[in-house]
């Protein structure tokens, strides 16, 4: 079944110093009532009848401890888990390599929390104590996470012996918390992110302070399935032991001793009814990887296989050592890279999506511009138009003065003229033109009217005297006579 992941940001609330400083007290989210990521769930009616086992279970951690003083390389595990054995017989047990930090001092309860899209969702919480004076290293770590804003993920543990698989999804059917995780939260020295198996497990609160401890109830002895709840990307073997679940018959236990590229080899061993070992035997399975870092199992391809060992010189053995050891330091130095082009890309990511909102925002603001240029065109193009017939008439009104001065307003009503005119209000090359046309007709038209004046010059006499000009006596001989 393809699950689709939502990241529910639950962050850190503080970390406070009180007066009792050996104490800090924490607040987990367990898991949700969905399907994990490792394709297994617990109903809602099932934890109901196991919260009460969570009381007196360790918080544990697997804490690498920095390279140096200062060097902020420090980080933290996962379960850590490998095959060891029993020390009365001697039979193979599932192990952890992490220590107990703290422990949780009541039993688990069921509340409602809003995710990042504002949905209710029930989930699972559980409340202890971190061990800070004893353990202030990894304090000191979840208090750089919280500081950073990085949300601190953890992986619940549990053993249940009633279960039930359907098209591939286990649902557990009766368990007991058998502790919780908390996984390292970010690629750092070296160690990669691990994803919790439920979104839901972080961490929500972790506040110094002083708390009693519950009493401990005492738990019936049971033989239980051990069963972590733990997605590494970087590692496909929590994958596989989810698939192959839905292989093995009842009383049939595995572990994957080998992963390949395309095939694993897993170490199968079975009871009988009376718990006598039927078999013990190694089988390769063929696998193939999917979308969303899925794995599929090729069940038709088992086969039982044996280990194959050879002979060679101590000389070849160490040329295979020198090799081994370079290829192991190349392996460290393409990791290294594969992290950093990861920050890179999700550097990437982030800047894309800022980018692709301002985008749609600039996309909506155009649209909406866009439509207000369409309703605001008819009256630009009105308005535009206004203003050309004002421009034109001033032309019309400046240039007939112009013609009509020199007598020629048949010209100025002639179709060139006009014409001219009606070019004379753009502000470009044409207009110019047409304005320079129109000066130059002025001025052949003034300059041929001065040479038509100046052939009949006019007769003027002068009189050197102005006196006695107009007769003094009104009679007639005095005023008309010679």
Known sequence: MKQKRHLFEIQLNSITDTDNPTKSEVEFILHGFEVSHNYAFISKETAKKSLHTLNGMPIVARYYPVSEAGANDDALGSHEMYIDKYREDGSEIVAMDTIPIGVFTEDAYIKTIIDNEGNEKEVVVGKGILWTSRFPNVVGLLKEWIDEGINVLSSMEILYDTYRVENGITEVLNYVYEGHCILNSEDRGGHNKIYPAYDESKLTKLVAQAINQKDKEEKENMEFFKK??????????????????????????????????????????????????????????NYSKGENDSIVIDGDSKVEVTIKRDWVEVSQFESIQNELKEVSTQLSEKESKVNELEKQLNTISTDKKTIENKFNTASETIVQLNSK????????????????????NEKKEFYGGKFEALNAKEKFESEEVQELINKTVYENEEGSNAILQLNSMLVDMVTSNKETNSEKPAIREVSSKRENLIPSSDDFDSRYSL
């Not at 970087?234 to 049939?252: I, M």
């Not at 240029?373 to 034109?392: I, S, W």
């Open 228 to 285: 972590v709840y733990e997605l590494s990307h970087s590692d496909v073997r929590s994958l596989l032991y989810t698939q192959l679940e839905t292989f093995l018959g009842k009383k049939e236990y595995s572990y994957i001793s080998d992963v390949y590229e395309t095939y694993f080899v897993v170490n199968t061993y079975k009871y009988d009814e009376d718990d006598n070992l039927e078999y013990d035997k190694y089988f390769k399975f």
């Open 373 to 392: 240029v369409d309703e605001l065109t008819p009256f630009k193009e009105q308005f535009q138009q206004q203003e050309l017939d004002k421009a034109l």
